[in-house]
């Protein structure tokens, strides 16, 4: 890990550590959860809300009124909306990324859930996502979420990752598969 990145993790980690615990104490989990969702909705869709927290070029005082502003217009909770504006004053915006995902994983921990990274050749339907997450709940032996992506390079098949454990069914990985077998042989 380069060390930008393990410094933003950790600043990261620090701000997570000190939400969750606060809306853990103030029983306003589920709050945190929502806005962490509606959060990380806003910065895939808007590059405005994405340069707002990456540029140099706003000041403290401006990043801190416009961020400001963006929790208020969201109607995030109080801690979330004080902590996005600790860190603008702070200069510590670009780790809001980071901070969500840690939030994200403090939460799903807490409540006995896992989240499993699947990729298919194809969008799956709501009854193979069903017995997916049925199987691999049983597998895990906790509850397991699914963050379904498309990839049509698969060609067919799944790639699953729960926590650092990889599936890979693939027909392009068995294609792979074959090629490096046939390479042997010849």
Known sequence: MSEPASISTGIAARYA???FELAQESGAL???EADVSALEAALAESADLRDLINSPIYGRDETQSAIGGVADAMGVNAITGNTLRL???KRRLFVLP???RELRSRIADHKGEVTADVTSAKALT???SD???KALSASVGREVKLNATVDESLIGGL???VGSRMIDTSIRAKLNSL???MKEVG
């Open 17 to 19: 550590t000190a939400m």
């Open 30 to 32: 589920d709050a945190l």
């Open 87 to 89: 860190m603008a004053g």
């Open 98 to 100: 980071a901070l969500l």
């Open 126 to 128: 709501k009854a193979q």
């Open 131 to 133: 017995k997916l997450q």
């Open 159 to 161: 790639v699953v990752k």
């Open 179 to 181: 090629q490096n077998t």
